[in-house]
């Protein structure tokens, strides 16, 4: 089966780091990307991991070990305009569908 | 400006009245998708497209049919629409389906269905 696991909600404050956890189960692997999502907004894209390791991209780096079917995205230096839902999805390895998780929805107090 | 349209972007419709919604993008992508989010469900494929004539199903694909006749169109057609596919819809398209390719996703398009 397919099951993507991230926390329902997370809330943090301007300038700290935050790590949206994302854990996965599916029958195959073959990348998986992190997405933003601002309220009434379409998905935009953040970050893509293959490999093991970290991916950094300016305050945003996303980390993957395949061998535990986990990942985390972490934010640093958080501005307010961070506040949105972060949707982690797995790509299958059968074909080019992917399985997005639930979402966490994040937001940044001041 | 390279974009993923969608036509329309909100619907109110009944039960059995067939209906299309649009998606066309202008990046020369090959690969498209369709997308349905509900709430506390997240994101779900409904079907997607590697190249023109070639589409196949996602993990929801059941009261719904696309076809792929064009690089740059991708609609995605209720034959008999029902209430449990009220929902939030969006296409999305990508250069290729394989590698690190980002998905570009329309505005979205929500469907309410009495």
């Known amino acids: 089966g397919q099951n993507i696991d991230q926390p329902t909600e997370m809330t943090a404050t301007e300038g700290a780091i935050v790590q949206i956890n994302c854990t996965y189960q599916?029958?195959?692997?073959?990348?998986l990307f992190w997405y933003q999502q601002h309220a009434g907004e379409a998905p935009t894209f953040l970050s893509y991991?293959?490999?093991?390791g970290l991916e950094e991209k300016g305050r945003f780096s996303s980390f993957l070990s395949r061998s535990k079917g986990y990942s985390y995205l972490l934010l640093k230096e958080l501005q307010m305009k961070d506040s949105a839902s972060y949707l982690c999805?797995?790509?299958?390895?059968?074909?080019?569908?992917?399985?997005f998780g639930p979402g966490t929805r994040l937001s940044v107090l001041p | 400006e390279a974009q993923v349209t969608q036509n329309p972007r909100y619907l109110i419709t009944v039960t059995g009245k067939k209906l299309t919604v649009t998606c066309s993008q202008n990046?020369?992508?090959?690969?498209m998708s369709w997308y349905r989010q509900d709430p506390g469900l997240g994101l779900r494929q409904i079907y997607y497209?590697?190249?023109?004539?070639?589409?196949d199903k996602g993990d929801v694909p059941e009261g719904y049919k696309v076809s792929r006749k064009e690089k740059r169109n991708f609609p995605l057609i209720l034959e008999s629409p029902s209430p449990n596919q009220t929902s939030l819809y969006f296409c999305?398209?990508?250069?290729f389906g394989t590698g690190g390719h980002e998905q570009y996703f329309g505005p979205g398009t929500r469907l309410t269905v009495t």
């Open positions: 999305a398209s990508s250069l």
């Open positions: 599916t029958s195959g692997f073959n990348g």
């Open positions: 991991n293959v490999l093991d």
């Open positions: 999805a797995v790509r299958d390895n059968y074909g080019q569908n992917f399985v």
């Open positions: 990046m020369n992508h090959e690969y």
């Open positions: 497209s590697m190249n023109v004539e070639v589409t």
